[in-house]
């Protein structure tokens, strides 16, 4: 059970740490051989962009994952305590719902024959790895949003336990 505990609160950032350094020592790497050596690394520019989306949609789901992402609460902050937690629901349930629907488009994209016969010009990956970090990182994100949504549900209760 630690190692579940430990993945659930470390492992979008472990992962994003991980991506960020790799993208980091790339274009490191390739000053270095253009300005000092005279040689660019041909790869190096594609990998960073491969690294860099896979470090974005990770990103997304330690942000869901946080709390972090951008709100306006202009209106929420009218409402008690009780309609702040109905919105925050109705607002999670919508954006589950958006990231679900963008996780089963993301597939169906990746299944069709054009994208999944195309292989990237430098590295000659598969470039459904590229386009598979979209339907990940949503995943990963409503897995977040789920937890938030159980939270959130749990502290409506507790108010109303404390109201009878």
């Not at 470390?10 to 253009?34: C, H, P, Q, T, W």
């Not at 008690?80 to 629901?89: A, F, H, I, P, S």
């Not at 919508?94 to 590295?123: D, H, N, R, Y």
């Amino acid at each position: 059970m630690p190692v579940l505990k430990w993945l659930n609160q470390n492992a979008e950032k472990a992962l994003a740490s991980l991506l960020l350094a790799a993208i980091v020592l790339l274009i490191f790497g390739n000053v270095f051989m253009r300005y000092i050596m005279n040689a660019s690394l041909s790869w190096g520019e594609e990998l960073t962009l491969w690294l860099f989306v896979w470090f974005v949609w990770l990103g997304v789901s330690y942000a869901f994952h946080t709390g972090d992402h951008v709100r306006i609460t202009v209106l929420r902050d009218l409402l008690g305590k009780r309609g702040q937690l109905y919105v925050d629901v109705a607002v999670g349930l919508l954006v589950l719902g958006f990231l679900a629907i963008l996780t089963w488009e993301c597939l169906k994209l990746i299944q069709m024959p054009f994208v999944a016969s195309q292989k990237s010009v430098v590295l000659g990956l598969p470039i459904p790895i590229l386009y598979a970090s979209a339907p990940v990182g949503a995943t990963l994100s409503a897995f977040r949003v789920i937890q938030y949504l159980k939270r959130t549900l749990h502290e409506i209760a507790a108010l109303d336990n404390a109201k009878a």
